[in-house]
């Protein structure tokens, strides 16, 4: 019966939002609005508090089992510390909170950000090895590319550059947009298949 | 709810404007030609009796992956990226495959995590892999504890699955579903932790970094045509065929614009 329920809710919403789309008139656009925005925003608001109840039940599980302790309490301690230094002492400039989101979890996300240059060398380092004509041709691109963007384009010349952007601008963007047509008609088709009730996974599965 | 009802009923009743933005109406008739080929290919008989799908290796080496894992008594980490919510039809066809990864884990006894950065994606995550875990008969091997929300920062999010990835040393990753700049962070982690690899997302920027660092790639289409391609399921399946009806359609249309424009430089009819 729930997921009956759920799959007419989803029926009817996915026909309306489609019409709504083609729609000039403004209070189309207004529902619109209404339906992906607001009511999104009411269902995320339960959610959050699923996922913190989750997330406070799987590290104190972990801890009391003794796993993995040390990170696990910071991340807890984190959990409850920012909303209780942004409720007594708020969020604006010189706030305890914003210090907080400053210099501890600003840095620690810049942190991981930063790794992305070492992942990109290594991975690049297996991915360029010129063990097929195709890998090469990849290489060679690849090289090509780097070298166009670099100091030594400007005191050489623009030739560079121009093969450099012809490169990007078509053969690179059309097989972007080829590959871009096939993810649209699978979203086209995967939606479609929800609405009509074809595919019902989302549902937890079954017929 | 009653102020969305009063604007449906007002909006019906009392239509002053333009019914149909005239300028979307090109796209409004594409849109319904698609949507009678996938109507047409999914309920006809006939076409779903003769579709075949091509193999698709990244798909073919899933059973292959969780085997591998079960063999070597480590677990199978899957997660959706950082970029997505449950909106995304790219999310959708991540659980799409996730109930049929959830499925042969549960008949392996092989432990899955997913991790994820939404707190919906979470609670559809859960449904999805117990009732994976009650369908293959072995309910009592689901674990909720292994299905966590971790952050909602994207390299929070990446820090999380990264530490996890090294921590449990995953058999198996499966990464399907929207990435971001995460993308290379945890496919790195997972190469040096001996991980097989399976990925696929909707963005084609980092598409790029997958098939540099991963063993296999799902691309385009291909992370769409997974549910029917690993339930077989001959409706999804059939469907799956009206894209590639769809898609020449598009290359003859394509064919034909570019004709047209050297014939006559100045038309434009065919941009929409």
């Not at chain 1, 009956?4 to 083609?22: K, Y």
């Not at chain 2, 394509?254 to 038309?267: E, F, K, M, N």
Request: proline content about 4%; hydrophobic content about 50%.
């Amino acid at each position: 019966m729930g997921r009956r329920t759920a799959q007419i809710v989803c029926t009817v919403f996915g026909i309306v939002l489609f019409l709504l789309f083609f729609s000039s008139d403004p209070r189309a656009n207004q529902l619109s609005l209404r339906i992906t925005n607001d009511y999104w925003q009411v269902i995320a608001a339960f959610a959050l508090i699923v996922g913190t109840v989750s997330y406070l039940k799987a590290n104190l599980v972990a801890i009391s089992r003794g796993k993995e302790t040390l990170f696990r309490v910071a991340g807890l301690a984190g959990l409850i510390v920012m909303p209780v230094l942004a409720y007594w002492w708020g969020t604006g400039g010189g706030s305890p909170f914003l210090w907080v989101f400053e210099n501890v979890q600003a840095p620690m996300q810049a942190t991981v950000f930063a790794l992305l240059a070492f992942f990109v060398a290594s991975a690049s380092l297996r991915g360029f090895r010129a063990r097929s004509v195709p890998a090469t041709v990849l290489l060679l691109s690849a090289a090509l590319i780097l070298l166009s963007r670099t100091a030594l384009d400007a005191t050489s010349s623009s030739t560079l550059a121009a093969v450099s952007d012809w490169f990007r601008n078509y053969p690179s963007m059309a097989a972007r947009r080829a590959i871009l047509i096939g993810i649209g008609l699978g979203s086209l088709t995967t939606s479609l298949r929800v609405i009509v009730g074809i595919e019902r996974t989302w549902l937890g599965g079954g017929k | 709810m009653q102020g969305t009802l009063l604007l449906i009923i007002v909006a019906i009743t009392d239509p002053p404007h333009a019914w149909i933005d005239l300028a979307k109406l090109p796209t409004l008739l594409a849109a319904v030609v698609a949507l009678g080929v996938v109507l047409y290919t999914t309920y006809s008989k006939r076409s779903r009796e003769r579709f075949k799908p091509r193999e698709i290796s990244g798909l073919r080496a899933v059973e292959d992956a969780i085997g591998r894992a079960t063999e070597m008594a480590r677990p199978v980490l899957y997660t959706p990226g950082w970029g997505g919510d449950i909106q995304r039809p790219t999310t959708i066809a991540s659980m799409n495959i996730l109930s049929q990864i959830a499925e042969k884990t549960a008949q392996y006894d092989c432990t899955l995590y997913y991790p994820t950065h939404d707190p919906v994606i979470q609670s559809v995550a859960q449904e999805v892999i117990r009732e994976s875990y009650v369908r293959s008969g072995f309910a009592e091997r689901y674990r909720e504890e292994n299905i966590q929300f971790v952050s909602t920062s994207q390299f929070g999010y990446a820090a999380a699955v990264e530490g996890m990835i090294t921590r449990t040393k995953p058999a198996a990753v499966f990464m399907l579903g929207t990435f971001e700049a995460e993308s290379l962070i945890l496919a790195e982690t997972a190469n040096e932790t001996g991980a097989i690899q399976i990925a696929g997302t909707d963005s084609t920027i980092q598409l790029a970094f997958f098939i540099v660092a991963c063993d296999y790639t799902l691309i385009g289409e291909e992370l769409f045509a997974a549910s029917g391609y690993l339930s077989g399921d001959k409706a999804i399946l059939a469907s799956v065929r009206a894209q590639d009806i769809l898609k020449v359609g598009i290359v003859g249309f394509v064919v034909v614009a570019i004709v047209w424009g050297l014939v006559d430089p100045g038309s434009t009819w065919w941009r929409f």
